[in-house]
């Protein structure tokens, strides 16, 4: 591959915008590696941010990549490994050099190391837990240990606690003294003498406040706990529903086990979109640009097949009205309108309703008020869009009778649309099944057969 084809191949991510990389960038680096010019590779990569150098090593080949992690070498920083998608994060930690590997993994914070653990096989977790501290692989492995997608896995184990009675002054002496700070917080927790938060002070108020200005009297009345095994879910919620910029997670006993800052929190809230956009679409939510063809083809084909068996049914119900259909052309020409109209309001009904139930916007005390209205609108849809087709069905075949049938089925399938888009997902939402998950077929199934019954059903009935 030249270098033409491996720049042009996928320009969309790589044009020229105000952030990320563009296209010379790119090549100038490629050309680096090519001729296997090290300083000229470190020059260009080093006023790169962490973010761009693994959307870097996302967009080109495999490689590419290998020559260009090999050539770049001790430079390769551990931020790169957090920044990186986990479908390539595993090829690239079996590229690295050991040492290289050890030193990036050490400047890395508690929480990005057991997040780089989490999607690793067994050897290589040994491998970066054996390159760490003692004091550092404790932390790890009891992270580790925690239910996956829980607080405290998501947590890291930096934090800044004094004891409730200190004044401002104490507090600062102490962070002046202290070697081993955070590389980046927000509050200082304050603990009682069992270690258990009973509030915190952001940073902004304890260096505006006098030295002998006690913290108690400075807490933020947004102070909450998080449980170590609380949902990783329910963290991002609980950071959104309260402007959180970090909050404490305590153990079964109260006790101050680290800290969630909001950076973590936001990545949570945007693999739950995500997830939820992938699997709407019947894709699985470890689908990645990076994967291979059969990896690719697995991930989408278990939700074709259940799109055919829902397909088979509507083709059923078409099947029990082949006579009408043979006796009127015309009915087999207008079915796809119905069908799709039908198909298309569902989705949208069904979206916002998926998103409501993720956020908790939709729950069981405001289902009823939203699905009427969802059904209003359905009804108002269906007889605005019932009227133009009818008239364009009565213009096209000049059949006055088929307007009606054409208009009353438009009718009937949107209301059904609204019905299903929005009753389905809270249906499978009651039951534990996720509603992104599995409301599309059931959605479209429900679309299908009621249009198709409706619209060949009164066709039978009015015009045969």
């Known amino acids: 591959m030249d270098d033409q084809e491996r720049v042009t191949e996928d320009e969309t991510p790589l044009e020229e915008e105000g952030y990320g990389l563009n296209r010379r960038e790119v090549a100038a680096i490629l050309d680096a590696v090519d001729v296997g010019d090290r300083d000229a590779l470190i020059e260009l990569m080093e006023p790169l941010h962490a973010a761009d150098i693994a959307d870097l090593l996302e967009q080109i080949d495999s490689p590419d990549r290998r020559r260009l992690i090999a050539l770049y070498g001790v430079e390769f920083d551990g931020d790169i490994l957090s920044e990186l998608d986990e479908s390539i994060r595993e090829e690239v930690i079996g590229v690295l050099n050991p040492d290289v590997l050890a030193d990036a993994v050490r400047d890395l914070e508690s929480d990005d190391v057991v997040d780089l653990l989490e999607d690793l096989e067994e050897p290589q977790q040994q491998a970066i837990i054996g390159a760490l501290d003692d004091a550092d692989q404790m932390v790890v492995r009891q ?27 104490e507090a600062i002496d102490f962070m002046r003294g202290k070697e081993d700070l955070p590389e980046q917080f927000y509050h200082v927790i304050l603990v009682d003498p069992r270690h258990r938060p009973t509030g915190y002070v952001t940073l902004g108020k304890i260096m505006s406040a006098p030295r002998a200005q006690a913290l108690q009297d400075m807490t933020e009345d947004s102070f909450r706990t998080i449980p170590v095994d609380q949902d990783e879910e329910d963290v991002a919620y609980a950071f959104n529903q309260y402007h959180l910029i970090s909050t404490p997670v305590v153990d079964d006993e109260g006790r101050l086990a680290g800290v969630i800052t909001i950076d ?130 009565a ?70």
């Open 264 to 393: 973590d929190a936001m990545i949570v809230l945007d693999e739950e979109h995500e997830e939820d956009m992938l699997r709407m679409a019947g894709v699985s939510e470890e689908a990645s640009l990076s994967d291979n063809v059969l990896e690719t083809m697995r991930g989408r084909a278990t939700w074709l097949f259940v799109n055919l068996v829902t397909a088979i049914f509507a083709s059923l119900v078409i099947d029990l009205f082949s006579d009408t259909i043979d006796q009127m052309v015309a009915l087999a020409v207008l079915m796809p309108i119905v069908a799709s109209m039908g198909g298309n309001a569902g989705t949208q009904t069904m979206a916002v309703a998926v998103r409501a139930i993720a956020t908790r916007d939709l729950t069981g005390q405001n289902a009823r008020r939203i699905i009427r209205r969802e059904l209003v609108v359905g009804a108002l849809n269906g007889a605005l869009f019932g009227l133009a087709m009818a008239l364009v069905a």
């Open 395 to 464: 213009f096209w075949f000049g059949v006055p009778m088929l307007a009606v049938v054409i208009g009353s089925a438009m009718l009937m399938t949107q209301v059904a649309a609204a019905f299903g888009g929005i009753v389905i997902p809270l249906l499978l939402d009651r039951l534990k099944i996720d509603p992104a998950l599995a409301s599309g077929p059931f959605v479209t199934t429900v679309t299908d057969v009621v249009g198709f019954f409706a619209f060949l059903g009164l066709a039978s009935w009015v015009l045969l």
């Open 143 to 169: 992270a580790l240990s925690y239910p996956e997608d829980s607080a405290g896995r998501l947590m890291q184990r930096e934090v800044v606690a004094v004891p409730e009675h200190w004044s401002v002054g």
